[in-house]
């Protein structure tokens, strides 16, 4: 037997379209236009799921996107989402969702035991019980996170495209209710660009499930005429299933489109989510309001669900909840429920607390032979897996308190309604402020901050003609703002069978006597929180509205306490006998629901999350075995292996290769700026710590950039290529911060210097060789004169290598004889082929960073970001020799004499060589006086590199160390992390060629 | 997330943006003659008002040029924004 609870006819489902799915592993049916949740209570399934921390049974409390209960796991293997509301889900052929929380299965939860066991399990027991001893709650906490937890993530990659959209328009329209279809047909006639976005499949809000009329017009009808309407103007633009997430400064507002979440076959050209990003001149906020529930004795069992939900599932979905039936409420509105109910063939009985009910609705339950229990309560529930049976108890107003004899009534669904709440998430994360109605006892809202308008029930306002005629004004005036020529004004009258307005809602809180004992009466459902756990945290001090919800953890779920912030900020309310006003609320925050973080990656994912460099030479990089390492973006060769060579022994053939005849790096990576201008000069003298104007045309020089702290933060040689034309160069990873750095003085500062900064790090690919064969190799490639006297050190000159125009440098990074020769990226490889080709007789070796990091260690040479840490200055370094006297200023320069950097015991960089003459220090060791078993021990400073140096057979390391350069060849100690202590030396930097003649062969 | 009139480009959004703390901040002329204080002053001080507050920023995924902008850090509204070296705005000229 399939679908008893459906209705013989009725709803807006497509009854010709049976869609099979399964729940829990079990087959069902439902029809095209049933929400899962809509199914599983067609088919009587009424079980959905397991609370977050007692395991209780669970059932469908909403019909919307507030539901706190059914959250289950949706869908298999890599699309496997948790947490998804069965009350949002969208049946579809062959969707599988399954209960989440329960162990073995859903009916036979073993953690259910914690239910009975709840005495022990009060608010802030983990805080309580798992705080001692601190080292244990990495064992506690592997448990505790078993026990208690919702759904799992897929492990495996996600395999959907999900997109990003960025959207601008005049107006958007948060809610396709009512009055958000008015606001949209108002400001859409008048020609404003509008986007209307509502998280449902159909337009047309609640009153889709309620008898109503508009202009004497069936309502249905008339919402059906606005919809179409919208769809044909042009300047409208409709999103459903789109879920507006976050509202931000400057009306920026984030929305989250479920674009083929809802079918069975996923489209290879359309993204499972589209995450808009909506910059609109205007916000209309329309996004209605969540019915509140009611605090009683266990009124979390399945069965126990909205009136309004209830309304719903009967009206759209034709599925009738029970037969037997109790409506418990305390206003008007919600007898809708109760009649359509009756009217569909249930029994059922209406629970009111109020004394005082509108002679008509008294008339017509009479009528209907619906059984009203006026002023009286609910104060137990009972049933397993499903609400079977309720006794309830008159209300004593006098005493505040509930006496008389108890009725016992055997029901099978009750429905509730303890009034409405405007859904203010969204207006208060625009800053919007909130004030308390005493009328509708809720949180209404009061201030607006940004240029936004909120109309309808959002605005606390439940009158249909009131919010049909404010809308459609709100929508013209927005146009007028915006300088449209705004239609004409309309006069609506709107009909309802009973308006919440009628009704006076009466505030219904618990009698003195508390909690009965043995029941619970819950606040937050998802989170498990009860009146209980709230008394305790006002018992305990947890007073501040922020403290309580952190310490029950109200609202802290999933579903933020869509249903249960205002009953907890009521309680509180009654219980410190304060105005809720003076309790206030918390702040919400974004996202309004949850949301997937595909959608907020977009396409950001993969090889698009990071985006890398790759020099013009790369893929020969690729084909010859390179190892690669990231440096900034860039990727570049670490080392390049041959047969079985491990990183140490390339690296040694690398190195001696340099050392003895030839090598190659690719050096494209570095930072190379081009600048012009009549200033140039002068604008070096202020941002080098050396002095430039004296530089010869064809000249290079080495300069070192502080910042106005005296900190080195970056190195180079910049070359002048003509009259008032230079070549900067930068480190790698320094590059964008240097051009910033450059133009921040000229934009800011010095407003009349002409200079102009081009970045030129990608025309040109640098291929640097290095080795006593260099000159010789290189001659007989270009028409360049490279011999000693014409071309010495430190010079620049053009001319042809491989037949490419070339720029050449003679600089040398390594201490060895080297030639850096740019060439326009495009020739890259090209010429670095034909090195390789025409350089075999010398045994031209290319090498990586690593090799790099040796030859330069070899000679002393810093490294800007590894020797230097942003604390150090060119003193420090024991580079004063780069450090003008005469210049009268530069960047830095005042900083010099500062107390802190004229400080004596400063760290310096010096050299180290370990005393057993193979420890290869690991870099970042610290250095120390004298080793002690442990700490405090006299700190000196600390390993900046360190390597093996093949050419000298020993190890090498560079240090920071407090007055190290009178410490030269004192003997300090390495504690290493594995126990061993360390003796070294410390020396001088420069370990290889300490005269400098190889590069000047 | 703010939308920026860059006096350049007119309005972007804020990502294209970085902002690079307070404004009017004048490098000392003669950095050799001013004290220690003084230096330290320039250095490491910045106001953090509750109000109107004058910064810069650059629009970096656009014209890469420097501006300033006069912002109520209370409203967080954007004032004015100008371009360097133009005359600081009062806060009776808004």
């Known amino acids: 037997m399939s679908n008893q609870n459906r209705t013989i006819f009725g709803g807006r489902i497509d009854r010709g379209q049976v869609i099979n799915f399964v729940f829990n592993g079990k087959n069902y049916k439902g029809f095209h236009g049933d929400t899962l949740a809509s199914a599983l209570l067609a088919n009587d399934v009424h079980l959905v799921g397991r609370s977050f921390k007692y395991h209780r049974a669970r059932g469908i409390l909403t019909a ?326 309720i006794e309830i108890q008159k209300v004593d107003r006098k005493q505040n308190e509930l006496s008389g004899e108890c009725i016992t009534l055997d029901v099978d669904c009750i429905l509730m309604s303890g009034g409405w709440n405007p859904a203010v998430q969204l207006f208060s994360q625009s800053r919007g402020k909130l004030k308390y109605d005493k009328v509708l006892n809720t949180f209404v809202p009061d201030k607006l901050i940004q240029d936004q308008i909120i109309i309808g029930c959002n605005n606390g306002c439940f009158d249909l003609s009131k919010n049909l005629n404010h809308s459609y004004q709100e929508g013209l005036n927005a146009a007028k703002d915006l300088n449209y020529e705004v239609a004409d004004n309309i006069n609506w009258k709107g009909e309802e069978e009973i308006s919440f307005t009628e009704s006076s809602v009466e505030p219904y809180m618990l009698g003195k006597k508390k909690v009965t004992k043995g029941s619970k009466h819950f606040i937050d459902f998802q989170n498990d929180v009860t009146a209980a756990d709230i008394f305790l945290a006002q018992r305990e001090g947890y007073i501040s509205v922020e403290h309580t919800k952190r310490y029950t953890t109200t609202g802290m779920g999933t579903d933020q306490g869509k249903t249960s912030n205002v009953n907890a900020l009521a309680l509180m309310s009654h219980i410190h006998e304060k105005p809720v006003d003076e309790i206030g609320h918390t702040t919400f925050r974004p996202p309004f629901s949850p949301q997937t973080f595909g959608a907020i990656a977009g396409r950001s994912v993969d090889h698009l999350f990071d985006p890398e460099r790759r020099t013009s030479i790369h893929k020969w990089h690729e084909e010859n075995n390179a190892v690669f390492e990231d440096v900034g973006q860039w990727k570049r060769p670490y080392y390049f292996p041959k047969k079985n060579e491990n990183i140490h022994d390339a690296v040694k053939r690398e190195c001696l290769a340099v050392r003895n005849s030839l090598g190659m790096l690719d050096a494209s990576t570095l930072g190379k700026i081009d600048l012009r201008g009549p200033d140039t000069a002068k604008f070096l003298n202020m941002i080098y710590t050396n002095a430039w104007s004296k530089l010869e045309i064809g000249s290079c020089r080495y300069g070192l950039m502080c910042n106005e702290h005296g900190m080195i933060f970056d190195d180079g040689v910049t070359t002048r290529l003509g009259d008032d034309h230079y070549h900067m160069t930068t480190t790698t990873g320094g590059a964008a911060r240097v051009m910033s750095w450059l133009e921040e003085f000229l934009q800011t500062e010095w407003l009349d210097m002409e200079v102009f900064c081009t970045s030129v790090t990608e025309q040109w690919t640098v291929l640097s060789i290095s080795g006593p064969n260099s000159r010789k190799f290189l001659q007989e490639l270009t028409d360049i004169d490279l011999s000693k006297e ?129 420890t290869v220090l690991p870099e970042g060791s610290h250095i120390v006086e004298k080793a002690l078993k442990q700490p405090p021990m006299k700190m000196l400073g600390h390993v900046t590199s360190s390597y093996y140096s093949p050419i000298l057979g020993h190890p090498i390391a560079l240090a920071m160390i407090k007055n190290g350069m009178n410490l030269l060849g004192e003997k300090v100690e390495i504690p290493l992390m594995n126990g061993k202590v360390i003796e070294a030396t410390i020396s001088d930097t420069v370990f290889y060629d300490k005269e400098g003649n190889k590069n000047n062969e | 997330m703010f939308v920026i009139k860059c006096p350049y480009c007119g309005e972007r959004d804020q990502t294209e943006f970085s902002c690079h703390g307070e404004a009017h901040i004048a490098r000392p002329d003669n950095p050799a003659e001013v004290s220690d204080e003084e230096w330290g002053e320039y250095l490491f001080f910045r106001n953090n008002p509750k109000g109107i507050h004058f910064e810069r920023w650059t629009h970096d995924h656009g014209c890469r040029r420097w501006f300033n902008v006069m912002r109520d850090t209370v409203s967080d509204k954007i004032i004015r924004t100008y371009r360097m070296g133009d005359q600081k705005p009062g806060v009776q000229d808004v």
């Open chain 1, 790 to 918: 014409n071309f010495p050190f430190m010079k620049f000159r053009e001319g042809k290598v491989c037949g490419i125009d070339s720029r050449v440098f003679r600089i040398s990074f390594t201490g060895e004889l080297s030639f850096e020769v740019n060439v326009p990226s495009r020739y890259g490889r090209f010429v670095w082929e034909q090195f390789m080709h025409h350089g075999k007789k010398y045994n031209i070796t290319p090498y990586g960073t690593e090799t790099m990091h040796v030859l330069r260690a070899e000679k002393g040479f810093i490294i800007v970001g590894q020797d230097t840490d942003g604390s150090v200055t060119p003193m420090d370094m024991n580079m004063d020799w780069i450090v003008s006297k005469k210049k009268q200023d530069f960047l830095g320069k005042r900083s010099f004499t500062r107390s802190d950097t004229l400080r004596s015991d400063r760290k310096k960089f010096v050299g180290l060589l370990v005393n057993d003459k193979k």
């Open chain 1, 64 to 389: 919307g996107s507030e539901e706190p209960n059914a959250i289950v796991q949706l869908g298999l293997g890599a699309r496997t989402e948790p947490n998804m509301r069965a009350t949002e889900i969208e049946l579809y052929e062959g969707l599988e969702a399954a209960s989440q929380n329960c162990w073995p299965s859903v009916n036979y939860d073993v953690g259910s035991l914690n239910n009975i066991l709840s005495s022990i399990f009060p608010a802030g027991f983990y805080y309580k019980t798992f705080k001692w001893p601190p080292s244990l709650w990495l064992f506690y906490e592997h448990f505790i996170r078993k026990a208690a937890g919702l759904g799992y993530s897929p492990t495996a990659k996600n395999p959907d495209r999900y997109e990003q959209k960025f959207y601008y328009c005049d107006l958007t329209i948060v809610g396709g209710g009512i009055s958000g279809l008015l606001s949209a047909l108002a400001a859409g006639r008048s020609g404003c660009s509008v986007l209307l976005i509502d998280e449902n499949p159909e337009l047309g809000g609640y009153l889709l499930d309620y008898n109503f009329s508009i202009n004497e017009k069936d309502g249905l009808k008339w919402i059906k005429n606005i919809v179409d309407e919208l769809y044909s103007m042009d300047n409208v633009r409709i999103l459903k299933r789109t879920t507006a997430m976050g509202y931000y400064d400057y009306n920026y507002l984030t929305a989250l489109e479920k674009v083929t979440n809802h079918c069975d076959q996923l489209s290879k050209t359309t993204p499972r989510e589209r995450y808009w990003r909506v910059r609109s001149k205007k916000i209309v906020l329309a996004q209605g309001a969540f019915e509140r529930p009611l605090v009683f004795a266990d009124n979390d069992r399945p069965g126990i669900m909205m009136a309004s939900a209830g309304k719903k599932y009967l009206s759209r979905y034709g599925v009738l909840p029970g037969k037997s039936v109790v409506l418990f409420t305390n206003n008007d509105h919600a007898y809708q429920t109760a009649f359509e109910f009756n009217d569909k063939g249930a029994k059922i009985s209406v629970i009111d607390t109020r004394e005082n009910i509108d002679i008509r609705i008294q008339n017509k339950c009479e009528v209907l032979g619906i059984k009203l229990y006026s002023s009286f309560s609910i104060i137990s529930t009972k049933g397993n897996k499903k609400v079977n049976q």
